[in-house]
């Protein structure tokens, strides 16, 4: 065995493959991560928004093609951790019938190859690791749940909790959001999360987030036998003879190629970056790209339809921590629209730095400062569909090629319209019905829905199923051409349902982790053994 071996190699640290090093951590295999990116530096500028919001300090700096051939400056994120560190921790689960098919005004939502019943435990899994403060049996579309969260729910600040009055009294069914952030309010003076106005899209200066980094990277290399490589490019995998087997992972560090091997190999570098991946390992034996007979990798790209849209209020609204109420009285339609519509919640807190970035139409009388200061800024979800022709492909000098065309949008702009309705519908004791001046569509960027460089819900683009000829991984996550080779990203997703993706990334990487432990001969004597002395140690610490 030659130093560059390994049992297992993942590439890529975000909530697939930071969770799943987290995991097999304590197996006692040699496990090396190798992620693209380095450690998002702590510094103050962590929590500026012109450094964040308007410079786009922390994004990737590279440049991807849209369809017509047109640069297209991603939204995305490459350090250890993925686009954890920068996310809102807004940690939901698939509601149930996502996993059966559903039929939507735009078409069908596929069934997955496994039920919500198969994830279940491992939500259970994911949601007590990631510290998940919610409340259950409020949300009435949520999922059967076997224990309750870890945490009780994030409380409302008083602008939003009139608000979840006012929606109450309407007849709607708000709920608070599980969310992700390590914050005790019975226990302020101890609390880790300091509940601050820079969580959402921002990295957290004083580790308190539930990320991917914090929460498994950290933990996983305090174990010897694993090995984490930052700053360590996967430009290709390439495969023995037969095709079967990924024989060797070449990695771009320092400004020279390495190889690195595995008895398996994990790919989780997000959904967009694995197809491309996989793509450019096209060899003799996958003409097509790796594991792609059946020319799927790379389509039914999903990212969902976004917006963000900001109702301006007479009534100030100086909440710090915004994301914590959730409506889903429309998610599977309503009594005047038979179709699923999605998901009603809150981005974090806008200001006036951060609107000046894309700037919205401007209500009657007002700055953009005094909007900020009155806003409620509801962030809307919608599913789309899974297309073959939505699709990441390779284009010139090797950029990617992302290639999409929104579809289901009516079932988005009656979100929209569900949401100004209930808006007219609050009452507020100063003002009346009037304290509400409109809803105004932030043009976070371009437009008001969030444009394509928005690729922060990317998934879709090597998915899972029964059927080798219509898609590329098993149900276990291995891929159907491949003997050693699994995805763990947002990358599986046969359907992209209408909340938001990472926790479910998180609990199939458990779920995957479990059939890898077996893959792997891992006795449960061991690994309990060594979680055991992980406990202890991290006790005496
Ligand atoms: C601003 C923002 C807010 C969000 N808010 C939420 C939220 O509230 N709730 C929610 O559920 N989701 C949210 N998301 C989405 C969530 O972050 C993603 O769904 C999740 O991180 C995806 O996990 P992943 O493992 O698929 O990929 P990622 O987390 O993107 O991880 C991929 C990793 O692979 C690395 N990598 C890529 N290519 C290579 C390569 N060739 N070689 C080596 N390494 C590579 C990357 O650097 C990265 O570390 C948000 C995202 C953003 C950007
Ligand atoms: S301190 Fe809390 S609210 Fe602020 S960024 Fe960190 S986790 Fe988020």
């Given at each position: 065995m030659t130093d560059n071996?390994?049992?297992?190699?993942?590439?890529?640290?975000?909530?697939?493959?930071?969770?799943?090093?987290?995991?097999?951590?304590?197996?006692?295999?040699?496990?090396?991560?190798?992620?693209?990116?380095?450690?998002?530096?702590?510094?103050?500028?962590?929590?500026?928004?012109?450094?964040?919001?308007?410079?786009?300090?922390?994004?990737?700096?590279?440049?991807?093609?849209?369809?017509?051939?047109?640069?297209?400056?991603?939204?995305?994120?490459?350090?250890?951790?993925?686009?954890?560190?920068?996310?809102?921790a807004a940690l939901f689960r698939l509601r149930k019938e996502d996993f059966g098919?559903?039929?939507?005004?735009?078409?069908?939502?596929?069934?997955?190859?496994?039920?919500?019943?198969?994830?279940?435990?491992?939500?259970?899994?994911?949601?007590?690791?990631y510290q998940?403060?919610?409340?259950?049996?409020?949300?009435?579309?949520?999922?059967?749940?076997?224990?309750?969260?870890?945490?009780?729910?994030?409380?409302?600040?008083?602008?939003?909790?009139?608000?979840?009055?006012?929606?109450?009294?309407?007849?709607?069914?708000?709920?608070?959001?599980?969310?992700?952030?390590?914050?005790?309010?019975?226990?302020?003076?101890?609390?880790?999360?300091?509940?601050?106005?820079?969580?959402?899209?921002?990295?957290?200066?004083?580790?308190?987030?539930?990320?991917?980094?914090?929460?498994?990277?950290?933990?996983?290399?305090?174990?010897?036998?694993?090995?984490?490589?930052?700053?360590?490019?996967?430009?290709?995998?390439?495969?023995?003879?037969?095709?079967?087997?990924?024989?060797?992972?070449?990695?771009?560090?320092?400004?020279?190629?390495?190889?690195?091997?595995?008895?398996?190999?994990?790919?989780?570098?997000?959904?967009?970056?694995?197809?491309?991946?996989?793509?450019?390992?096209?060899?003799?034996?996958?003409?097509?790209?790796?594991?792609?007979?059946?020319?799927?990798?790379?389509?039914?790209?999903?990212?969902?339809?976004?917006?963000?849209?900001?109702?301006?209020?007479?009534?100030p609204n100086p909440t710090i921590f915004q994301k914590t109420l959730g409506v889903n009285d429309f998610y599977f339609g309503s009594r005047d629209f038979e179709y699923p519509m999605g998901h009603i919640s809150f981005v974090g807190k806008l200001d006036a730095i951060t609107l000046k970035a894309g700037a919205p139409a401007i209500a009657p009388n007002f700055t953009l400062e005094l909007m900020a200061k009155h806003s409620l800024d509801f962030w809307l979800t919608s599913e789309d569909l899974p297309d073959p022709n939505n699709r990441v492909t390779i284009g010139r000098d090797g950029k990617i090629v992302l290639t999409y065309t929104p579809n289901n949008l009516e079932a988005h702009e009656r979100l929209q319209g569900k949401l100004k309705q209930a808006m007219k519908q609050t009452n507020c004791a100063v003002h009346g019905h009037e304290c509400h001046q409109g809803l105004f569509g932030r043009n976070l960027y371009v437009g008001q829905r969030i444009p394509l460089a928005g690729v922060a819900h990317q998934n879709g683009t090597i998915r899972f199923g029964h059927d080798p000829k219509t898609s590329v991984l098993d149900a276990n996550c291995k891929a159907h051409d491949v003997d050693n080779l699994y995805v763990v990203d947002g990358s599986f997703f046969p359907s992209s349902a209408a909340v938001n993706p990472a926790l479910t990334i998180m609990a199939n990487a458990l779920r995957v982790g479990d059939h890898l432990m077996k893959r792997l001969g891992v006795s449960e004597t061991t690994y309990e053994q060594n979680r055991q002395q992980d406990r202890e140690l991290a006790v005496s610490r």
């Open positions: 071996r390994y049992d297992v190699i993942i590439i890529g640290t975000g909530a697939g493959g930071g969770t799943l090093a987290y995991h097999l951590a304590p197996s006692g295999r040699r496990i090396l991560i190798l992620e693209r990116g380095d450690y998002v530096p702590r510094e103050k500028a962590n929590w500026d928004p012109q450094v964040v919001n308007v410079d786009a300090h922390y994004n990737a700096k590279e440049s991807w093609l849209d369809k017509d051939g047109k640069d297209l400056h991603p939204h995305t994120n490459y350090y250890v951790g993925g686009n954890t560190k920068f996310y809102g098919e559903l039929r939507h005004h735009g078409g069908i939502s596929p069934a997955w190859p496994i039920s919500y019943d198969d994830l279940e435990p491992y939500y259970t899994q994911a949601e007590n690791l998940v403060h919610g409340n259950r049996g409020e949300d009435p579309t949520e999922p059967p749940a076997n224990s309750p969260y870890p945490w009780p729910a994030i409380s409302h600040e008083p602008r939003i909790q009139q608000l979840s009055d006012d929606f109450t009294h309407s007849g709607l069914k708000p709920f608070h959001v599980p969310v992700g952030v390590m914050l005790d309010e019975k226990n302020p003076h101890k609390s880790r999360c300091i509940r601050c106005n820079t969580c959402d899209g921002f990295a957290c200066l004083v580790g308190a987030k539930s990320d991917a980094q914090v929460v498994c990277i950290d933990e996983a290399i305090k174990h010897s036998n694993v090995t984490l490589l930052t700053n360590s490019l996967v430009k290709r995998l390439e495969t023995d003879s037969s095709g079967r087997e990924v024989k060797s992972v070449v990695v771009e560090r320092d400004g020279s190629l390495e190889t690195y091997s595995a008895d398996v190999v994990v790919v989780s570098c997000g959904a967009i970056n694995s197809a491309a991946l996989l793509l450019r390992s096209a060899n003799d034996k996958h003409p097509r790209g790796l594991a792609n007979s059946s020319d799927i990798v790379g389509r039914h790209y999903m990212g969902h339809t976004n917006s963000v849209m900001m109702a301006i209020s007479k009534c």
